[in-house]
């Protein structure tokens, strides 16, 4: 167990921590209309006007775009939505058609309608769409978000500590062995994942963990050297605050700021959430054995931070497009990632069922055939997760949160599609709600930048936050351990399904059982147990679990 001392030079600040139709089209064999438009997405209340279509190989569609877009067209037509213009007395001009965008890394096509639609509109055109046999899915372009995590109110804003003091042993109980100890604060801990005794074997050398996020910003405790080769993803200016929508090198966060109303009607202001900074510092990027601040998992992993979420979240084909880029697939239009990544972490999310033809699982599969762990975050909504993307998502690991008491989180999703647990904090004395009392011990504490809307030049604040999107990256940080353990070695690299084994095997029973039917995967996450049976050389020929479907 490696000696770690910290002086503590800032202050410890807190921040910002989801009809109608007909077929002119005979169905492909084996699968209907309804089996290849995921309309699961689509919200009450919602607009859309983004839809990503593939086609099968070799078909006219998939070779012309024009071609595409005349069917599309043709599928407007079908709806009656242009006839339903004209008998309103609107002009040809104000007639629905589509325009296309671009193509998607895993083949799929963007194609924008010329005003949006609301949720009825966009399931009959979809079905219309599905309807063409070349067809072999249709989904919206859906907004994904950043989790929705819980902030550390301003009554537990601590003052500055004195430079002899430290953050991790204070803080940091997640890292730490679940053996009932008492904190800094006076709870037993129950709940961590005992990462401070896997640092004796690996520290994350030899591997890149990409963080698919906000992007990162400048901060005295996080090392960002990988920020200006990580690219930004986010093809619309307005969800990118930048001046054009092409797509830009750099993984840095702009900020993700909003005013009142700027995403939906209704929707509330706030200010930049820093979210990827303090991700990425838990999975790895925050400078561990400093003499400053707390500590990263996989510290001496390289972090490679890729924007995608921006002002008011992140589009699917975007998000889609940069897991292919980062596990080392060609996305056009942008250079080739020469540094891909071992695990791709996705603290976000976003309602709807994944299905395997959709182009996030597409994507994920590319991913998966090139190597690369892709960990998910189950998602804040105290529900199913197989009803949210990409936590359902086949061949991702998808984490639920614990508190410090090993209790599911309150608000942390659950069910068949979670494989595994791990910290994400219970914001509450003992996890529990009903007490009223929030808790220094309820929220993991990460690096955070200082700015309100625009990033201040180099950050000096700590923050805390609760959620799945802080439990995710504790996986992927050990996932960084466990492989690079094995490089160390000469071993090869564990296979995605045979790293999600090697979890799963390892996991420990949380102290406090799971409510029925509502199921947080194999258990919680166990750092040191995964990266020692990691290096059994059993694990080069295996390959034998299943990812849900």
């Known amino acids: 167990m490696m000696n770690l001392r910290f002086a503590i030079k800032t202050a410890l600040l807190a921040s910002m921590a989801a009809v109608f139709s007909f077929s002119a089209h005979a169905a492909a064999p084996g699968t209907t209309i309804s089996s290849r438009a995921n309309t699961s997405a689509l919200q009450t209340g919602g607009q859309y006007d983004r839809f990503i279509v593939t086609y099968r190989d070799g078909s006219t569609e998939q070779i012309d775009d024009a071609a595409a877009l005349q069917h599309i067209d043709a599928a407007i037509d079908r709806t009656g939505m242009n006839r339903a213009t004209v ?25 924008r309608t010329s005003r949006k639609l609301d949720r009825a509109e966009a399931e009959t055109l979809m079905q219309q769409i599905a309807s063409d046999p070349a067809v072999v899915s249709v989904t919206p372009d859906a907004m994904l978000h950043r989790g929705r995590d819980i902030p550390t109110p301003q009554s537990l804003r601590p003052a500055t500590f004195t430079p002899d003091d430290t953050y991790y042993p204070y803080y940091q109980w997640h890292f730490k062995v679940p053996d009932g100890t008492t904190t800094y604060f006076g709870d ?34 996080v090392d960002t050297s990988m920020a200006d080769a990580g690219y930004d993803f986010i093809s619309d200016a307005f969800v990118s605050g930048r001046p054009s929508n092409a797509r830009v090198p750099g993984g840095w966060d702009l900020g993700d700021w909003t005013t009142a109303g700027e995403c939906y009607a209704g929707s509330p202001a706030s200010n930049s959430s820093w979210h990827g900074t303090h991700v990425a510092s838990t999975a790895g990027a925050e400078l561990t054995n400093n003499a400053r601040g707390m ?70 599969q590319e991913a998966n055939k090139l190597g690369a762990v892709v960990v998910v975050s189950a998602g804040n909504s105290n529900d199913d997760a197989r009803n949210y993307t990409p936590a359902s998502c086949p061949g991702v690991i998808t984490v639920a949160a614990t508190g410090i008491t090993s209790r599911r989180a309150y608000y942390s999703n659950y069910g068949r599609t979670v494989e595994i647990a791990a910290p994400g904090g219970g914001v509450y004395q003992d996890d529990d709600p009903a007490t009223g009392v929030i808790s220094y011990d309820g929220f993991v504490w990460q690096a955070l930048n200082n700015g309100t809307t625009t990033p201040v030049p180099l950050g000096t604040r700590y923050s805390g936050y609760a959620g799945t999107s802080q439990a995710a990256p504790h996986v992927a940080g050990v996932v960084a351990l466990m492989q690079s353990a094995r490089k160390s070695l000469g071993l090869r690299p564990l296979k995605p399904k045979q790293v999600l084994a090697v979890l799963r095997e390892t996991a420990y029973t949380p102290v406090v059982t799971p409510e029925k039917r509502r199921s947080i995967g194999a258990g919680i996450l166990n750092a040191s147990a995964a990266v020692y049976e990691a290096v059994e050389e059993h694990h080069d020929e295996r390959d034998e679990s299943e990812d849900h479907d």
């Not at 004796?200 to 591997?207: F, I, L, N």
């Not at 500590?295 to 979420?309: C, D, T």
């Not at 540094?339 to 996705?346: E, Q």
């Open 87 to 111: 008998r309103a007395g609107g002009r040809s001009g104000e007639q629905i058609r589509a325009s296309f965008k671009r193509r998607l890394a895993i083949g799929g096509k963007l194609v």
């Open 188 to 221: 037993a801990n129950l709940g961590g994942i005992g990462v401070d005794s896997a640092w004796s074997v690996s520290d994350g050398t030899g591997t890149v963990i990409a963080i698919l996020d906000t992007g990162i910003t400048r901060h005295v405790d």
């Open 295 to 364: 500590a990263g998992i996989a510290y001496n992993a390289r972090v490679l931070p890729v924007r995608v979420l921006g002002h008011c979240g992140g589009y699917t084909s975007d998000i889609a497009d940069a897991i292919v880029w980062a596990a080392g697939g060609h996305v056009d239009g942008v250079p080739d990632n020469p540094n891909p990544a071992d695990v791709i972490n996705l603290s976000l999310g976003g309602g709807g069922h994944c299905r395997r033809s959709d182009p996030t699982g597409r994507a994920v």
